[in-house]
Every structure is written in structure tokens, then in C-alpha cells.
């Protein structure tokens, strides 16, 4: 979910209440035992600021996509890597997942840098062809693959940024680094779809007039793309 958390903004170009959309897709993507992932979503946010210092976002998040099985992490069973050499280990499967997450924190603009610190909870949702599958092949010790299709996880965030001109005239460009942890799992068996914890990096740059557009990269992906719109109350 690529959401980034609002800059800060001097005088007037400061409100207190914002929301925003984004439309965000990953063209390629590698994740824990799986490969070729293409994706395309969007998401609705909304932040809220109060003594000054403070923050509170929340956000909603949806996509769609397909992706393959594969081995690049972790041991694999042999049974994993035969059925890999069928045609169903062959197919694409398709998938959509849900995600909500709310986040507390502080943020600072010091002369031309702004940074930042946060943390919240994250809750996930999947399905599609591909979830049956895994689930399939759990069933028939194939693959060790504990992840639940409903879960929720604790995350933390930090971030530092650069004001583009006084008073950030022409927009900020900063740095967001986001950690979701999930459950430690084991080193043994073919597992898919699961991490001790996932770490997200992006650089986004924001105008004063409310665009916005950046690309991350993630320990699940390859690289994503987002652009957006915030409005400000």
C-alpha cells in the first residue's frame, strides 16, 4: 500500500484536515517464493493534525492483479519443485487484496528539512485464484505456507524530506520508510508468501497544489508506481 504520510507546509498552505487519492501499480514484481507480479490498485486517505506536532492518518487500499509461483527464497521441497514443473506450476493466478491501516505520529520542519516518525496497524484481506491455490497446495504438504488471507500487523514508519525553494514554493521531496511485522516463520520447507517483517522505500515528491507522485521499492516487490491528488480543509 503505497501511502505516504502528508508533509508539512508553512503559513496558510497548512491546514489541518486533508484527504487524498492515489492510483498505484506494480509493472514487475518478485515476492517470497513467488514471481512475476503485475498489479494495479488504488487507495483513499485522510490525515488529521492537532497540536501542532501531531498526526493521525488513516487509509483504505484495494488492488488487483496475477502473479506465479516460484523458488527464489528459502529452502524448497522436491514435491514443490516437481509440481513447479507442471503445467499448473507453469500458470499465472490471479489475485485482489484489501488493506486498512492507521498510523500515529509526530513531524518536524526545521528550516529546509522536514522528517518524521510514526507507528499504527495495519489489517490485510486477499483472495483470487491464487490464494486457493497456496491453500491447495498446503493441503497436500507441497508447501509450508502458515500466512492467514485476513491478518493484521503492526507497523512503524520514519521519514526526512527537503523543502524545494522558501517555504517549500516549489513542493517537498522526501524519503519514507515503512517496516509491517508479521510472525517469525520457519527457515524449513517450501514456504511462500511469508516474512519476519517487510520494509518499504520511497521517494515521493509533493506540489503545492496538492499533486503528487513518487515509485518505491519493497522486500515484496520490485518497484510500484503511485501518482495522486490531496485536498486540503
Given at each position: 500500500?503505497p501511502?505516504?504520510h502528508?508533509?508539512?507546509?508553512s503559513?496558510?498552505?497548512q491546514?489541518?484536515?486533508?484527504?487524498?487519492?492515489?492510483?498505484?501499480?506494480?509493472?514487475y514484481?518478485?515476492?517470497?517464493?513467488?514471481?512475476e507480479?503485475?498489479?494495479?490498485?488504488?487507495?483513499?486517505?485522510a490525515?488529521?493534525?492537532?497540536?501542532?506536532?501531531f498526526?493521525?492518518?488513516?487509509?483504505?487500499a484495494?488492488?488487483?492483479?496475477s502473479?506465479?509461483?516460484?523458488?527464489?527464497d528459502?529452502?524448497?521441497?522436491?514435491?514443490?519443485?516437481?509440481?513447479?514443473?507442471?503445467?499448473?506450476?507453469g500458470?499465472?493466478?490471479?489475485?485482489?487484496?484489501?488493506?486498512e491501516?492507521?498510523?500515529?505520529?509526530?513531524?518536524?520542519?526545521?528550516?529546509?528539512v522536514?522528517?518524521g516518525?510514526?507507528?499504527g496497524?495495519?489489517?490485510s484481506?486477499s483472495n483470487?485464484?491464487?490464494?486457493?491455490?497456496r491453500?491447495?497446495?498446503?493441503?497436500?504438504?507441497v508447501?509450508?505456507?502458515?500466512a492467514?488471507?485476513?491478518?493484521?500487523?503492526?507497523?512503524?514508519?520514519?521519514?526526512?524530506g527537503?523543502?524545494?525553494?522558501?517555504?517549500?514554493?516549489?513542493g517537498?521531496?522526501?524519503?519514507?520508510t515503512?517496516?509491517?511485522?508479521?510472525?517469525?516463520?520457519?527457515?524449513?520447507?517450501?514456504?511462500?508468501?511469508?516474512?519476519?517483517?517487510?520494509?518499504?522505500m520511497?521517494?515521493?515528491?509533493?506540489?503545492?497544489?496538492g499533486?503528487?507522485?513518487?515509485?518505491?521499492?519493497?522486500t515484496?516487490?520490485?518497484?510500484?508506481?503511485?501518482l495522486?491528488?490531496t485536498f486540503?480543509?
Open positions: 500500500m501511502v505516504y502528508e508533509p508539512r507546509w503559513g496558510e498552505q491546514k489541518n484536515f486533508t484527504v487524498g487519492v492515489d492510483l498505484f501499480g506494480t509493472p514484481g518478485i515476492g517470497q517464493n513467488v514471481d507480479v503485475h498489479s494495479v490498485g488504488g487507495d483513499l486517505f490525515q488529521y493534525r492537532f497540536l501542532d506536532v498526526f493521525v492518518q488513516a487509509a483504505f484495494g488492488n488487483d492483479g502473479l506465479k509461483f516460484d523458488c527464489n528459502k529452502p524448497c521441497w522436491d514435491k514443490y519443485r516437481e509440481w513447479m514443473n507442471s503445467k499448473e506450476g500458470d499465472s493466478y490471479s489475485f485482489w487484496s484489501l488493506q491501516q492507521a498510523m500515529l505520529g509526530l513531524d518536524f520542519n526545521v528550516g529546509f522536514q522528517f516518525f510514526g507507528g496497524v495495519m489489517l484481506q483470487g485464484d491464487y490464494e486457493d491455490k491453500k491447495e497446495l498446503m493441503e497436500r504438504d508447501i509450508y505456507s502458515p492467514e488471507s485476513n491478518e493484521i500487523f503492526p507497523m512503524v514508519g520514519i521519514w526526512y527537503f523543502n524545494l525553494g522558501k517555504n517549500a514554493r516549489y517537498v521531496i522526501k524519503n519514507e515503512r517496516i509491517v511485522f508479521s510472525d517469525d516463520l520457519s527457515e524449513e520447507g517450501s514456504l511462500i508468501g511469508g516474512v519476519g517483517s517487510a520494509m518499504s520511497g521517494l515521493v515528491y509533493y506540489h503545492p497544489s499533486f503528487h507522485g513518487g515509485v518505491s521499492t519493497s515484496q516487490e520490485l518497484f510500484s508506481i503511485n495522486g491528488k486540503s480543509f
